[in-house]
């Protein structure tokens, strides 16, 4: 059992009280006690014990939406709008990335998550083989999906990779899912919501990210893709969609009454000039809204601080208005609702869920004086504040250093070699 | 003196070129050499031999306009436009601050800075003898401004605080300035001209930063701020203009033509729902346009990180355009157009100037695989890969140990206990 004493605790357990003078207990993987200093603590026997020096102590970020192994490409196709950047800068190069490079950049990516106090990922790529690896081999956790479309995978094959990776590591688990509308024929789509059906699952992909996308579905569809995958089943179960930064009223209707998770994605939108969802709306209408960082390719870092900060201020400036979304809102986006879609048991520090938690150096001067924690955490913090993030109870980083089996000087120099093998 | 070997070097020195296996030797708080090994080495003493481990050296940055002593309103006032921001929440608070207060919760945002390789900062503030003494105390460096309006300070006191602190300390000068046109009037804003012309130098001030604000001074005036600042005689000898969410075609040429720099505060802008100012634009034309944080109360952080991140994403998805500044141009607004907008010889590494500069440590996973040092900067870093910072040739802040004579916590303990006793 591991012991964090001293410590202030943000829990999430359906309020944002920050309560001081706590303890938190962990224990095979999952929060044992949070409470008080026990008078019975004599009875128990502590592998470690850590003073957090009144430090916070919160529930792990989710990052809801990434595309690991997407390292490779970072500060190396920039300054691109999503087609071209797609079409004439990543897809060339993702053809020469192998699984054992798929691995390794996928190590790195997981070096960065930690840092930033992100404790779970909901994976989209297609070498899944090569981040379930990298996942199981750190220690991390995350839920893969599939990126099924006309080029790349098939239906059969993520039906084999669902129930390869449904049983592979506790910490693993795989949703299905299409790289997009506007890459996946209808043939396909059909198939993927049968698939679905048989298994009663959700599906999960990228929609609506960009105006050309959604006039291009419309003009072939006559629909909007939300309406287009409501027409075809596959908006049951909880499914999640990345991006939707075009999404009429009629799309987030369909959207509420279906419980589907929306995943907003605002460092990359804004880097690839896509465009700035309505969050604020979605959010008053009760839409369930998660925070991803997309691919490091795209964003370009997996900062979750950045993208808190993105999606609290965009939607000020969007919407001329700076009340527009509480800070509470967002922790509870990057948090809470991110477990929820990638469906784990880890949105809040309670007796029972997984000990997915991170702690938050409050002696930083980004985050003095205290006049607000959960405002600093938001609107002034950086992934410097993270002094330690535990997955499933395991301490993979502290204060700077990780214990993922693996040393990051080794990650670094196989990843600049992979690169350079693979460049021109 | 101080020798930095093993380096990689970013002088910024007329190019973006990354030079490899570089030196640079610091003495009496300028750059003594920067290049190759020496072969006459043994004729040097070092009082300190730093290895770099290939890691980069480059200029500081530049906080081109902030408000130091606002740390003690961080995540106090937030979710408020900038009229009521400032008339509610900020004024009342203001009333309530001593130089004491000031003085410390100035240190306190040089902590921050330091931590985000921001070697100096050009700060407005009615409480200029606390940042003043906060900035000769701790060794760093700074240009203050003068904040005259209709309510706090006068045009009589600007002259005498522009004598003092231009013969205070040589890491300190002062210009002159005020707040902004809406709350000075046209007498004293005369007042200032006739001054700046006494003493052939330029003023600074908040300008067009809200919509509200340039439709108000064209209804008192006939004329937008900058219109008016021009017929004034404001705009001589380099002024300096915050914000600029709100210009006119013909406020960017009178800029242009008059060597205005502009500073652009994206972060604070977006937070109070100001608007998004037309930076590519304006590096289009040519314009000198420089990044600051803004105050701690409106960002609510002092990285300069976020400021570069936000600079260019803004423009790529404001302009619909993802290719919109480049990377390089936004490293040259930080480092460069900072330094010559606060008027220190800075700017660059090169024998002679300044020792104003930081290490950033690449051997983090936001900063790998190294496929373009710039580009990572600008898209990827954060204040954890800041791991020294120099100003004046000397350190201090080194691997997240400070050097200004102070401990953090001290800092802390009396910044809160400040706030504890004004709030309410």
């Keep these: 059992m591991i012991r964090l004493y001293n410590c202030k605790v943000l829990t999430l357990d359906g309020n944002f009280e920050v309560l001081k003078d706590y303890e938190v207990w962990v224990k095979e993987g999952k929060i044992f006690y949070v409470g008080k200093k026990r008078n019975d603590i004599e009875n128990f026997d502590f592998e470690r014990e850590i003073d957090c020096c009144k430090n916070l102590v919160m529930p792990g970020f989710k990052n809801a939406h990434t595309h690991s192994p997407m390292t490779f490409l970072r500060s190396y196709a920039d300054d691109l709008p999503l087609d071209k950047w797609l079409n004439e800068a990543v897809f060339p190069m993702e053809r020469k990335l192998s699984e054992e490079m798929g691995l390794w950049f996928s190590y790195l990516a997981i070096l960065e998550y930690l840092e930033s106090g992100i404790t779970s990922i909901f994976d989209m790529y297609f070498l899944q083989n090569s981040v379930a690896k990298a996942i199981k081999d750190t220690g991390f956790s995350g839920v893969l999906c599939g990126a099924v479309n006309n080029f790349v995978s098939s239906v059969e094959e993520m039906e084999e990779m669902f129930k390869k990776y449904n049983n592979f590591d506790e910490k693993i688990s795989y949703k299905m899912g299409f790289h997009a509308e506007y890459t996946t024929s209808l043939e396909i789509l059909k198939k993927i919501a049968l698939l679905t059906k048989k298994y009663n699952v959700g599906i999960a992909t990228h929609c609506s990210e960009t105006k050309k996308e959604v006039e291009e579905c419309i003009s072939r569809y006559n629909k909007t893709p939300v309406e287009l995958f409501l027409e075809l089943g596959l908006l049951e179960n909880n499914a999640v969609l990345f991006h939707c930064n075009y999404?009429?009223?009629?799309?987030?209707?369909?959207?509420?009454?279906?419980?589907?998770?929306?995943?907003?994605?605002?460092?990359?939108?804004?880097?690839?000039?896509?465009?700035?969802?309505?969050?604020?709306?979605?959010?008053?209408?009760?839409?369930?809204?998660?925070?991803?960082?997309?691919?490091?390719?795209?964003?370009?870092?997996?900062?979750?601080?950045?993208?808190?900060?993105?999606?609290?201020?965009?939607?000020?400036?969007?919407?001329?208005?700076?009340?527009?979304?509480?800070?509470?809102?967002?922790?509870?986006?990057?948090?809470?609702?991110?477990?929820?879609?990638?469906?784990?048991?880890?949105?809040?520090?309670?007796?029972?869920?997984?000990?997915?938690?991170?702690?938050?150096?409050?002696?930083?001067?980004?985050?003095?004086?205290?006049?607000?924690?959960?405002?600093?955490?938001?609107?002034?913090?950086?992934?410097?504040?993270?002094?330690?993030?535990?997955?499933?109870?395991?301490?993979?980083?502290?204060?700077?250093?990780?214990?993922?089996?693996?040393?990051?000087?080794?990650?670094?120099?196989?990843?600049?070699?992979?690169?350079?093998?693979?460049?021109?």
Tied chains: 1, 2.
């Design 247 to 424: 999404l009429s009223e009629k799309d987030m209707e369909i959207i509420k009454e279906k419980n589907v998770f929306v995943v907003t994605n605002p460092g990359s939108n804004c880097k690839l000039a896509s465009g700035i969802a309505e969050i604020k709306k979605m959010v008053e209408m009760g839409i369930k809204v998660a925070i991803g960082t997309d691919g490091p390719a795209s964003n370009n870092s997996l900062n979750i601080f950045k993208e808190m900060y993105l999606t609290s201020v965009l939607q000020k400036v969007k919407n001329k208005d700076a009340s527009a979304i509480k800070p509470e809102s967002v922790i509870e986006m990057a948090c809470v609702n991110g477990a929820k879609a990638l469906g784990i048991d880890s949105d809040c520090i309670k007796e029972g869920k997984n000990a997915d938690l991170i702690i938050i150096d409050l002696k930083k001067p980004n985050m003095q004086p205290i006049n607000s924690i959960v405002k600093n955490i938001v609107y002034s913090g950086s992934v410097a504040n993270v002094s330690l993030t535990m997955v499933r109870g395991k301490i993979l980083y502290e204060k700077g250093k990780y214990n993922i089996g693996i040393e990051p000087e080794i990650i670094y120099k196989k990843c600049n070699d992979f690169m350079e093998s693979i460049k021109n």
